[in-house]
Structure formats: C-alpha cells, structure tokens
C-alpha cells in the first residue's frame, strides 16, 4: 500500500513538472505578425526589410494584404504583407 501511495505521488509530481515546462504550442504561430501586433499596440518602432531596403517605422494598422507604418519622415508608410523579408524590433 505504501509503495502504491508513493508510486501516485511520484507519478503526479511527474505530470505536474511535464504540464507546467514550456512547450512548442505555446510560441507564436506567426513571429512575423506578433512582431507587428506587438508594434501596433506598443508604439515601438521596428525596422522593415523589404527587397534588399530597411524602411523604420511604427505599425499603425495591419491587414492581410497591408501593413501601414508611419515614421518621422513619413506620415504613411504602405508595405505589402508578402514583400516583408523580415521586421526587426528592441524590446
């Protein structure tokens, strides 16, 4: 009986360890578009790099097709959501 107690106990330790580790499911699913939500509601600037250009800016609304960014040398800043090669940030 005693062998049987300790055997659960373990056994539950075990599942509580495994249940609260990090795991994959829980990155986001898109980097890129966490990257830009986390501009948009921050007001942090990121870097965009498009086609070979890095473009600063600030994410002030994101659609499927569109990311509109602003900066202090532009007021609005239009990029298609499939020629971003990647966005770069500080956090």
Not at 13 to 33: E, F, H, K, N, Y
Request: charged share 15%; proline share 4%; aromatic share 4%.
């Amino acid at each position: 009986m005693m062998m049987r107690t300790l055997a659960l106990a373990a056994a539950a330790i075990v599942l509580g360890i495994a249940l609260s580790a990090p795991t994959l499911a829980q990155a986001p699913a898109d980097p890129m578009r966490a990257a830009l939500e986390d501009s948009k509601a921050s007001g942090k600037g990121l870097t965009f790099y498009v086609k070979g250009a890095s473009i600063p800016g600030v994410v002030v609304t994101i659609s499927d097709k569109y990311v509109v960014a602003k900066s202090q040398a532009q007021s609005n800043i239009v990029i298609r959501m499939d020629s971003i090669d990647a966005v770069a940030g500080f956090k």
